[in-house]
RNA sequence: GCCGGAGUGGCGGAAUGGCAGACGCGCGGGACUCAAAAUCCCGUAUCCGCAAGGGUGUGUGGGUUCGACUCCCACCUCCGGCACCA
């Protein structure tokens, strides 16, 4: 069996994909496939994160997108009605700094670049919605974000502050804490530095519970991603004590999660940067106190973790009163306590915490057991630090009970004597979002010399960026020395003010795109409450995992603020969140299987593949590769085999078309019906789970089977079978497949064609395969009409398996119905 | 250290607790060809065996079960995140 070459005179073209994708292109673009009213119902809201325009798309980018435009194409097949829109977070540094070496503008380097990737994207044969299009470097869009932003100052939920910040002398900017990995610049890995500035900040902590508990309500993220934002999050229940400043009436707040443990305490030890520390500059013991302060304070994040935990620490001279016993406590300045958690200071109790006890005994302070755990008692030696559980001891009044109890007690005990308050606490630090760099939206506020911050109002919005500037001739953010710009009129008192000339942080940006696409075309507000009430939320976002704490934690920040003011109508954007995996490919550079990248000379271009093999081949491959969500290693032989399945499925249509007047008989038309039908069931099933791997290898398997019966079977089974096979491969070789079903005839697009459906009746009546084991081993099989019963199946395994079975007893059967038969047999 | 995910042929990977290795790549053999490429057909976990057949196999060790890649416990390795967070 097998392929049979029919005829030389009725041969078809060989598979040229060249030929006929750009007319696919452009009958789809014509045709408006992807073009949706959203003043009409909501059926489903399907996005990809908006990309960054940097103009070079890599095969390891079109995994995401071709996964997108795989899952589009199905719901339109099904007949759904479906907002998939695109768009361009356009505003970055990169554009910048292409500006700055080419001595252009960003604005053009970012047009130019918009309108290759549209190109590209038309080309990889991926569908969107254009007439929803919009790029986040318009003034159209980002006056908007300086509308919002006097929102939140209207909140309070904006507001200027001074903090320790960090700086990328890269980058010439300061960056949030999410913007920070592993204590550098996460763009370009230049280590940060802390500086004391004032800036702009959103009050995102205000929403660190609501970010939490919004999590236990979105069942279709990944655990992977929740519980990343949880960690960040990082919520903590404890409590804050306040001691006595020896000699003073002043008060020192210590944060603890451990306060059952509070009798244990033998020193306090403070931050660096705690304003206490200084002041004892002058009266602490040590001659290098002043030094020590120093070195630690201009200390990077990065030097800070490289010194492993080694903790070190200077007596301030100072004392504190712990408020439970009256005792008196040095206060040590310590490298390991952070200035930027709970107080700033920590009562440190080195019978139950490692880093005080490695504290203590590198400075030879006491250490008092207050816990004890099993096998310990009040006097017991420690030689590392207990931090479980146990009876409290050495604690007044508080002796005797559990640990946990004794935790809510002093708490209780804390508050009633007003030096105490259980308190919860967070990691989360506010949102920084002042760049001191020209390719943002400017912050919307003057410094008026009579008024002080004055925002713009709404009506004079937006503050546009100024196109008078000439790039790479000044340090630092050119707005700063544009003297139009800079002057400005307070809009209060209308004398003489100086602009703001810091711009958001671009992920201001892309926290309410998704919520604009439902409404580009509404001029005089952010949003249309009718159209974002009739579309949000987006039922399915697609994007990369590296977003999974910055970008999704900010635009559920915004979104839940947005519930709050009224304007969007639940507090969760994304329902189902899909993240996919990177494609990755050795690199002759590093010598390692990495992430696709210019700098490691590891990227495959899709011109070429597409060149040679067509999109289809590129899209098939991408999809066949592995489970979309995994990691993945590209390889140019799979590629071929992607490109062999086209070309086996293109000339597939000889064989259709030399099988169509044949008779067939009963069991050739079954089998092959009965392999359409398993593979409609199986590629429905597949693709609805986000499974196109297994979609493809259905697909695969159909063709095979075209082959096998081609010439047995009837002409119009064949033709079924590769219809539905045509249908069931558009949303992966979109291409291929309208043409092919052009060829068979149809004036219709396959968009327009349907999905097929499968005959359950059909692939009920199957006979079924029955394993049979002895002992739980598998031993044979047994070919059962389907739902056979007990009686029959036991019958028909026992006779299979009788070799096994001998004249041993049979103590138990356990039948599953169409499955298996397991007999248990003794001796 | 804590949290999450993963470990299956030469490779990418399939398998609601019920025939492990679908599908593809690679490799071997064959057909076609003067030849090669392309294409098509057959084979391909491993060990014993000419074969029929049988043994062993899903990171390691235990457990639950008639039956475990799948569930439970302990451990190892890799990937990702957080990390002196009091």
Redesign the pocket.
Known sequence: ???NPPPEAVMALPYDPQHFEAKWQEIWAREGFASVDTAGEKDLYMLMMFPYPSGDLHVGHGRNYILGDCMFRLFLQQGRRVLNPMGWDAFGLPAENAAIKNNTHPREWTVRNIGRMKDQFRRWGILYDWDKELASCEPEYYRWNQWFFNRLLDKGLAYRGSSPVNWCPSCQTVLANEQV?DGGCERCRTPVHQRELEQWFFRITEYAERLLEGLDRLPNWS??VK??QR??I?R?E?CDVRFRLEGTDEPITI????VDTIYGATFMAI?PEHPLAERCRATAPDADYGAFLDRLRNQTRLQ??A?G???EGRFTGAYAVNPFNGERLPIWVA????????T?A?MAVPAH?E?DFAFATRYAIPIRVVIAGAGMGADTVLAEAYTGPGTVVNSGPFDGLASEVSKTEMGIYAEQRGFGKRIV?Y?LRDWLISRQRYWGTPIPVVYCDRDGIVPIPDAQLPVVLPTDIRFGEVEGNPLAHSPSFLAATCPRCGGPARRETDTMDTFVDSSWYYLRFVNPHVHDRMLDAERVKGWMPVDLYIGG?EHA?LHLMYARFFYKVMHDFGMVPNDEPFQVLFNQGMITAFSERTGKIEKMSKSRGNVVSPDALIARFGADTERVYTL????PE????W?D??V???Y??L??VW?LQDVVAAAANQPGGPEADEKLRVATHRAIRKVTDDLSRY?P??A??AL??LC?SI?DWQSKASGEVVREAYEALLKLMHPMAPHTSEELWQLLGHPQSLLRSGWPTYDAELLARQTV?V?V?V?????T?VDLEPGASAAVATAAAREAAAKWLGDKEVV?V?H?PD??V?F?VKG
């Open positions: 069996m097998g392929y990995k655990d992977k519980t990343m960690n960040w990082g903590s404890g944060f603890t999660t451990r931050a800070r973790e010194e935990g080694e903790k490298n390991f306590v952070l200035m930027e958690y709970g700033g920590i915490d880093r606490r990691r995992i704490i066949f590769m592995g489970p995994k990691e993945v290693e390889s032989e799979g071929a085999g992607a062999r399945f070309q086996r000339g499974h791997n297994t493809i290898a695969m398997e095979n082959s395969t394993a084991q002992n739980g081993k598998m031993r099989t138990k356990i599953v499955r298996m397991s248990v």
